[in-house]
């Protein structure tokens, strides 16, 4: 069942995932299209989530949505101070964010990037209660990435440490996700989520309007939502994963379909990224453990593989029990 309604409010909206978007202006929501896609929201119960340009949205468009309660998506360089997500896409930009208490940063980024700067994040950590790393070429991953990642994860799970001995709670997507989930906890475009573009046509999610290939508009708010084999975007249809335990992991839908041509099976680069995430998050749990850092101790299994697809048999043989 649907929950949210994402907004895009004009063609170079911020990307807040994998997903590129290389428009520098495009076209903003007509401001009807905006007032039907709240509607819409209303009528289906659905938290609306609204993606912001970098430039100033006209007042009527600010009043409107003033109007009713949703979910503010910025990027940094915004003529607006506040959202409950801001996204920041430059690293040189990172020093100069004014960081509130109460607001989620995402650090959208390329994996040479991260690993040569992911230090400059433990300040920004430091001052809000919530930082998210998202990596923009998943696709582009090597043996030698892998091995960097984990290292880096586990110089950040020092920072977690110590945050929890001062007696302060912060939460790193890449880390501490896997600690709170007891369930898979993905993306879920197209089950939990519909995508709203400026053209007044539903999307899985944002991505799917700015790459489609293969998929195109699922409905538009004049017609209605038709979302095309939706069954197909469901977890239980996805052997492996559904039998995974790396319940942090996007399983980007978007991904997927660049990647394999299937939207509901991961990619190689994918599933490794997710479990070295796995992995480093059981090692974080040891030592919390192991310091009695949380009143009820955190327990993740052992695994001896990275990519499930490689141990494949064993889930096979586990379902034809």
Request: aromatic share 10%; charged share 25%; with cysteine.
């Amino acid at each position: 069942m649907l929950k949210y309604l994402i907004i895009l409010l004009k063609d170079n909206a911020v990307s807040f995932c994998h997903y590129p978007n290389s428009e520098t202006e495009g076209q903003l929501m007509p401001l009807p299209v905006l007032k039907n896609a709240v509607l819409f929201a209303w009528k289906n119960n659905l938290k609306v989530q609204a993606v912001y340009p970098k430039e100033a949205l006209p007042d009527e468009y600010m009043e409107l949505l003033g109007q009713f309660s949703h979910y503010d998506i910025i990027p940094t360089g915004i003529q607006r101070a506040e959202g409950n997500v801001v996204v920041v896409d430059d690293w040189n930009m990172l020093e100069g964010v004014n960081a509130l208490p109460n607001t989620v940063y995402v650090m959208r980024t390329r994996r040479e990037d991260f690993f040569a700067r992911y230090v400059l994040l433990k300040p920004l950590l430091d001052k809000v209660p919530r930082v998210n790393v998202i990596f923009a070429d998943v696709s582009l991953f090597t043996n030698e990435d892998f091995k960097l990642y984990s290292e880096a994860l586990h110089e950040i799970s020092k920072w977690i440490i110590m945050y929890l001995k001062n007696g302060t709670e912060r939460q790193f997507n890449l880390l501490t996700d896997r600690l709170l989930f007891s369930k898979m906890h993905n993306c879920n475009a197209g089950i939990d989520s519909i995508t709203i573009a400026p053209d007044g046509n539903f999307y899985l999610c944002p991505a799917f309007y700015y790459q489609a290939q293969g998929y195109g508009n699922e409905g538009n708010v004049k017609d209605g939502l038709h979302i095309r084999n939706r069954q197909l975007l469901d977890l239980k249809h996805a052997q492996l994963c559904r039998n995974c335990d790396a319940f942090q992991c996007k399983r980007c839908i978007w991904l997927n379909y660049e990647m394999t041509l299937d939207v509901n099976t991961p990619s190689h680069e994918q599933c490794v990224i997710a479990h070295i995430e796995r992995n480093a998050s059981r090692q974080l749990a040891e030592s919390i453990n192991k310091q009695k850092l949380l009143r009820i101790p955190i327990n993740i299994q052992e695994i001896d593989y990275l990519d499930p697809f490689d141990v494949r048999e064993r889930w096979e043989t586990k379902e034809d029990l």
